[in-house]
Every structure is written in C-alpha cells, then in structure tokens.
C-alpha cells in the first residue's frame, strides 16, 4: 500500500507538493494556494470531512474545485431508525451533489457499528458508496468488497488489510515533511507491499466465489 500524509486543509500545500498525491483533513475552508497547486497537478486522494454538517461540508469541499478522489464522512452506529434515515437521507443528497464530478463517498464507520452501517447500506442499495478503513475499524474483512481508502496512525496494525490483500492509498495524519517521511518508512518496513490475500473471498457482494476449474496459472507460478 502507498502512504500519503493527510494534512489540515488550511495548510500551505507548497511544502508537501513533492509527497503528492495528498490527503486533507477539512477545516471548514482551504489555503489559498490549494487552488493554483491543484491547477498545476497536485492530486487530492481524499478529504476527510468532520461530519457535524456531512451535506454542507462536502459542497464547501466541492465549491473548492480541489478534485478529490474520494470524500470521507464519519458514520457512527445508528442509535435508532431516525438515524439511520438520517444517515441515508445525507448520503443521498452527497450522491446527488457528486455526480459526474468524480468522486466517490466513503464512510469511516465507528468501531463495531460496520455490521450495522453495512446492513443499513444493504437494505438501501446504496452500492456506490464505500468504506474507508481505520484504526478503529474492528471488522475490516466485512468492508473488503467496497474499500476504498483507509488513514492509520504511526504504529497502526496493518495486518487484516494485508490479509485482504488492500494495497491501495492509506492516509497517515502528518504535521512536518520530515517527520512523515520517518513515519512512512517504518510503516512500509513493518508492512511490506502484498500482491494477494492471504485468504481469498468465499462471497463478493453476497455471491458465493466459486472457483472455475478452467483457469490455469502459467508456469512460472511452479517455479521455486
């Protein structure tokens, strides 16, 4: 997987252009300079939204032009059905505000609420919104068919992503270049990159996977 820092949004981008592609922690605006670097090619993976007002939040992401990948909202185990309606009635607003701009919705859903949030999502046939894994992501195997980004933290256990087989960005909360860089390296030392799961998927989006017998690997595989 490739670490990427996540910064605040209001930080000057000029420092972090040669670690591009970035993450952003929205702060209710953006550096002034975010505009022309993101002009000149500075790529945005995700955006990280505080979730107090999601809708609102994410079209101020978007009045911004920032071209992010994803957007992240936190999704927290729906205490009755208002607020699961509530969670989905955002979502669709969110789906209506993004289409045909390119980005995706990830919901970074609370520590033991995947089981929940997921169902909810199941029952809504919500398909096009995915999950981004966290440190507090306590059954990621549940989220493995739509993950989609993930942010850890210095000495954050990669190890059920890597059984997945995730190797995709992973956002790491940053506050100087050199100290990331320091960060980064030791996570990629403890976690080298994957080509596989360890284990592969008996069911993807509620089918069986079912082995076709008519697949050959080619020879090299055998090799030692």
């Given at each position: ?20 592609p ?13 505009a ?10 995700a ?55 390119g ?5 970074r ?91 592969l ?5 509620g ?18």
């Amino acid at each position: 997987m490739r670490f990427v820092p996540q910064i605040p949004s209001t930080s000057d981008p000029g420092s972090w252009l040669p670690f591009a592609p970035l993450a952003l922690r929205w702060e209710g605006g953006a550096h002034p300079d975010w505009a022309g670097a993101v002009r000149r090619g500075l790529a945005v993976h995700a955006v990280h939204l505080p979730g107090q007002s999601p809708v609102e939040e994410a079209l101020e992401v978007l009045r911004h032009s920032l071209g992010p990948d994803f957007l992240v909202l936190p999704a927290a185990l729906p205490a009755n059905r208002e607020a699961g309606f509530r969670l989905l009635g955002h979502l669709e607003a969110l789906l209506e505000a993004t289409s045909g701009r390119g980005v995706k919705l990830a919901l970074r859903i609370e520590g033991g609420a995947e089981a929940a949030v997921v169902d909810l999502l199941r029952q809504a046939r919500a398909e096009a919104v995915g999950y981004c894994w966290h440190p507090g992501t306590t059954d990621a195997e549940l989220l493995a068919d739509r993950l989609w980004c993930g942010v850890c933290e210095p000495g954050s256990d990669l190890r059920p992503l890597q059984k997945l087989g995730y190797r995709w960005d992973m956002a790491l909360p940053a506050e100087d270049p050199a100290t990331f860089r320091a960060q980064a390296a030791a996570l990629e030392a403890a976690h080298p990159p994957v080509l596989f799961p360890a284990e592969l998927p008996t069911e993807i989006l509620g089918r069986p996977v079912v082995p076709d017998d008519n697949v050959v690997l080619g020879r090299h595989w055998d090799r030692s």
